[in-house]
Antibody, heavy 120, light 106 residues
Framework: QVQLVESGGGLVKPGGSLRLSCAAS????????MSWIRQAPGKGLEWVSY????????YYADSVKGRFTISRDNAKNSLYLQMNSLRAEDTAVYYC?????????????WGRGTLVTVSS | EIVLTQSPATLSLSPGERATLSCRAS??????LAWYQQKPGQAPRLLIY???NRATGIPARFSGSGSGTDFTLTISSLEPEDFAVYYC????????FGQGTRLEIK
C-alpha cells in the first residue's frame, strides 16, 4: 500500500551524527518532491528540508542549514537526512512527507516518524 | 521568515457545536495555506490545501476560507473524532507552520 516508513533514529551525543532513512512504497517515488518535518516532544511542527523529484533543488530551514543534508535515491525509492553537529534542540520525532496538491505542494502523505534524542 | 499565529491556543467545545479556528500570517501568503489535523501519537493529516480545498477523503464538515494574511478553518458540527490539534502551514515561502490550536472536549 501507499506508505512511508522512517528509520535510523536513536540516542546520540551532542556533536554527533545520525542518518535517517525513509522508504517509500505504493507510488512512483521519483515523481514527487519530498520533505522532512520534525516535532520536538510536546511541541509543534517544524519543516526541516525539501528536495525536488530529481534531487536538483534542495532547501533547508535556517535552524539546520550547514548541518543537515537531504538526499534521495530514486532507484531505491528512498529519502535520507544526514544530520551532523547535532544539538539538544534537534531532539524530535522526524517525519518524512510527500509533497503534492498543485503548485504550492502540501504534505499529503506522512510516515509514522522516527525519534531522535540528542543527549549526553 | 513568514510567521503564522494561530488562535485561540485552546478551544473547548462540545460535540455538535461549530468550531472556528484562525490563522494569521505576518505577510501575505496569497492562498498558499493548508490545515492539518494531528491526533496524539499520530502523524498529521492534510485537511485543507490552497486555503479552501478539501483534501481527498476529508468530510464536508471541514471547510477553509481566507486569503492574504487571514485564514479560517471551520468545522460545522463537531464529531468526537475531531478533537485534536490543528496546524496551519504556509507554502508561499518555504513551509512554516503555526504553533497549533488544541480542540478539546468541553
Amino acid at each position: 500500500q501507499v506508505q512511508l516508513v522512517e528509520s535510523g533514529g536513536g540516542l546520540v551525543k551532542p556533536g554527533g551524527s545520525l542518518r535517517l532513512s525513509c522508504a517509500a512504497s505504493g507510488f512512483t517515488f521519483s515523481d514527487y518532491y519530498m520533505s522532512w518535518i520534525r516535532q520536538a516532544p510536546g511541541k509543534g511542527l517544524e519543516w526541516v528540508s525539501y528536495i525536488s523529484s530529481s534531487g536538483s533543488t534542495i532547501y533547508y530551514a535556517d535552524s539546520v542549514k550547514g548541518r543537515f543534508t537531504i538526499s534521495r535515491d530514486n532507484a531505491k525509492n528512498s529519502l535520507y537526512l544526514q544530520m551532523n553537529s547535532l544539538r539538544a534542540e534537534d531532539t524530535a520525532v522526524y517525519y518524512c512527507a510527500r509533497e503534492d496538491y498543485g503548485e504550492a505542494r502540501y504534505f499529503d502523505l506522512w510516515g509514522r516518524g522516527t525519534l531522535v534524542t540528542v543527549s549526553s | 521568515e513568514i510567521v503564522l499565529t494561530q488562535s485561540p491556543a485552546t478551544l473547548s467545545l462540545s460535540p455538535g457545536e461549530r468550531a472556528t479556528l484562525s490563522c494569521r500570517a505576518s505577510q501575505s501568503v496569497s492562498s498558499y495555506l493548508a490545515w492539518y489535523q494531528q491526533k496524539p501519537g499520530q502523524a498529521p493529516r492534510l485537511l485543507i490545501y490552497d486555503a479552501s480545498n478539501r483534501a481527498t477523503g476529508i468530510p464536508a464538515r471541514f471547510s477553509g476560507s481566507g486569503s492574504g494574511t487571514d485564514f479560517t478553518l471551520t468545522i460545522s458540527s463537531l464529531e468526537p473524532e475531531d478533537f485534536a490539534v490543528y496546524y496551519c502551514q504556509q507554502r508561499s515561502n518555504s513551509g512554516t507552520f503555526g504553533q497549533g490550536t488544541r480542540l478539546e472536549i468541553k
